[in-house]
């Protein structure tokens, strides 16, 4: 899929996404943006990204759109709408989610797409802002092989570590599997920093031994420093990772899976939240130990 004859239309211009943005249009892909707040794009407009005032507008002129919104209802609304991208996209179109969502969303948008001759993905991706940045994130893709192959290069702009997981859903689920992951080490990474500091010890020396042997994670090589500098900006947003794991919980429940971890995470994030860090990014879960 070469630059020359490709238009990418990239719907929800957040913290990930305008990064996501900036590195498509580096490559030399001509990027449509739209995003209900428009001031969120103004950026990446100023930079060279074509504005469309509707999901609809930016669906027309695409033949690759790239959705990254909120929460399910926000992919809903903008897959569903009567002005959304089934509706308007043209016959051939891939359409890649990467909106952490619901796996029965994810089939739901696949089915329909296919019915309108619409080749659609889910696509969640893990690495934060900086692997946004970077051009490193971890993209779990769920979708049939011989159109992934398709809009594969697209992907590796945005993307280092990039698996076709399986059909439709595969890469949600595969994406719940990540959050359960993260949510339990979130609370060991904040309770062995706090742990650290009553200890007299200094938190950074300590991370210099721990992180690099059975104790590591990109949780605590990358949030553990930002605790540490009490910088609480969104990498991800606290509200983000409570819909996440909410979504992981209920298809553990679907599958009679006991997650006792990913039970307690979401309680204490959701008890963060209501201090007020509901946009705070993930690594604010320390003032809970600190408080």
Known sequence: MDTQHTTISFIGIGVMGKSMVRNLMKKGYHVI????????AEEVIKEGAEWAETAAGA???ANVIITMVGY???VEEVYFNKNGIIENAKNGTYLIDMTTSKPSLAKKIYEKAKEKGLHAFDAPVSGGDIGAKEGRLTIMVGGDEEAFEDVKPVLEVMGENIVLQGGASSGQHTKMCNQIAIASN???VCEAIVYAEKAGLDPRMVLKSIEFGAAGSWSLSNLAPRMLNEDFSPGFYVKHFIKDMTIALEAAKEMDL????LEL???LYEKLAETGEENSGTQALVKLFTS
């Open 265 to 267: 995470s979401k309680s």
């Open 186 to 188: 979130m609370i060991g």
């Open 33 to 40: 943006v739209y995003t209900r707040t428009k001031e969120k």
């Open 59 to 61: 669906a027309k002129k």
């Open 72 to 74: 399910p209802k926000d």
């Open 258 to 261: 006991m997650t006792p971890g």
